[in-house]
């Protein structure tokens, strides 16, 4: 079962919950320094990844995105190696998007995979075999920061500039997969989305290639105004798209909030529907969530994409030179 991050993590102090889960937040301390020890299998192409620290809503998966398209406007083939949370399937391998649902593989994978060749799986190394098989000439990896198996040759790392690093304990006592500290030494650069309000630029070295940018909503936005909207999301942090669209002055009836990766079941659809229904309003969610979404909801549901937008828009195409110089 899929829940909802407590609200303990975002506190700026101490809880008692939370304190109450400290010694099992240092096994997961333990265990982290304990895997990244394992060796790192050097491949014949390039990996770039874009992971975080922290779980859920990072901006991680559009950033994804927007450097594949970046590579691929390049005139280069890469394939993406993701795990695939959030499906039932157990499906491993190569995702076929005109066969395979987002229900079962994943809607991140199926967002990836229909932007570029796709591989999902828990064996990312079998994985990334099959890709430069199939003819990749690079790999990046969704997520995989924690995971030492391949060794990467651009490592990102994805922050939520207004909610930072939470509590700053690892879990299951706060938000965090590894501490800051543990994942510097294998950093390559850090993308802060959003404004900094926790000071995290202080954190970082000064030597680390650090980006800021905001993640924009699409045009599809401008077409509702003047409508009422009914918005609903099942994301890392679906009040960051609630704010999304006030801050475009829309009219927000009603926001529905799911949990992360979550599929709508039979009765959420027909409650859905019976929604969109109502005179005058649009209902209006993230493009994450639309792909779970039966085919026949694509007349009365608008999506609303998101993508970087950056303050200086140099820098990520000279991380790309970097990773695959020409």
């Known amino acids: 079962?899929?829940?909802?991050?407590?609200?303990?993590?975002?506190?700026?102090?101490?809880?008692?919950?939370?304190?109450?889960?400290?010694p099992v937040?240092?096994?997961?301390?333990?265990?982290?320094?304990?895997?990244?020890?394992?060796?790192?299998?050097?491949?014949?192409?390039p990996v770039l990844c874009c992971?975080?620290?922290?779980?859920?809503?990072?901006?991680?998966?559009?950033?994804?995105?927007?450097?594949?398209?970046?590579?691929?406007?390049?005139?280069?083939?890469?394939?993406?190696?993701t795990r695939g949370y959030g499906g039932l399937s157990?499906?491993?391998?190569?995702?076929?998007?005109?066969?395979?649902?987002a229900t079962d593989v994943g809607d991140e994978a199926m967002l990836?995979?229909?932007?570029?060749?796709?591989w999902r799986g828990s064996d990312r190394y079998t994985n990334a075999q099959h890709a430069i098989e199939a003819g990749a000439d690079c790999l990046v990896m969704d997520d995989g920061?924690?995971?030492?198996?391949?060794?990467?040759?651009?490592?990102?790392?994805?922050?939520?500039?207004?909610?930072?690093?939470?509590?700053?304990?690892?879990?299951?006592?706060?938000?965090?997969?590894?501490?800051?500290?543990d994942a510097l030494p294998r950093l390559d650069a850090a993308v802060i989305f959003g404004q900094d309000r926790h000071n995290i630029t202080q954190q970082l070295p000064e030597t680390l290639p650090l980006l800021h940018g905001r993640l924009m909503p699409s045009c599809a936005i401008h077409q509702l105004s003047g409508r009422n909207i009914i918005a609903f999301a099942g994301i890392g942090r679906p009040?960051?798209?609630?704010?999304?669209?006030?801050?475009?002055?829309?009219?927000?009836?009603?926001?529905?909030?799911?949990?992360?990766h979550h599929i709508y079941s039979e009765q959420e659809l027909q409650h859905l529907a019976q929604?969109?229904?109502?005179?005058?309003?649009?209902?209006?969610?993230?493009?994450?969530?639309?792909?779970?979404l039966p085919s026949l909801f694509q007349d009365f549901v608008t999506t609303i994409k998101i993508e970087p937008s950056w303050r200086n828009p140099s820098l990520p195409e000279e991380l790309l030179d970097r990773f695959m110089p020409c």
């Open 1 to 22: 079962m899929k829940r909802i991050a407590p609200s303990f993590w975002q506190s700026g102090t101490s809880s008692v919950v939370s304190d109450l889960l400290l």
């Open 25 to 45: 937040s240092k096994v997961t301390g333990y265990l982290n320094r304990h895997r990244q020890k394992k060796p790192s299998a050097k491949l014949p192409v």
């Open 51 to 81: 992971g975080n620290i922290s779980v859920g809503g990072t901006g991680k998966t559009p950033l994804t995105l927007y450097l594949l398209q970046k590579l691929i406007q390049r005139g280069h083939n890469p394939h993406v190696i």
């Open 90 to 101: 157990k499906k491993t391998g190569r995702i076929q998007p005109t066969h395979d649902k």
């Open 112 to 118: 990836l995979a229909r932007l570029a060749p796709t």
């Open 145 to 181: 920061l924690q995971d030492p198996s391949l060794h990467k040759d651009l490592s990102i790392l994805t922050i939520d500039g207004p909610v930072g690093f939470g509590n700053q304990r690892l879990l299951p006592a706060g938000p965090l997969r590894e501490t800051l500290a």
């Open 239 to 260: 009040q960051k798209f609630f704010n999304m669209l006030r801050e475009a002055n829309l009219t927000i009836l009603r926001t529905l909030t799911f949990p992360n």
């Open 275 to 292: 929604l969109a229904h109502t005179p005058n309003t649009v209902l209006v969610t993230t493009e994450k969530d639309s792909v779970k």
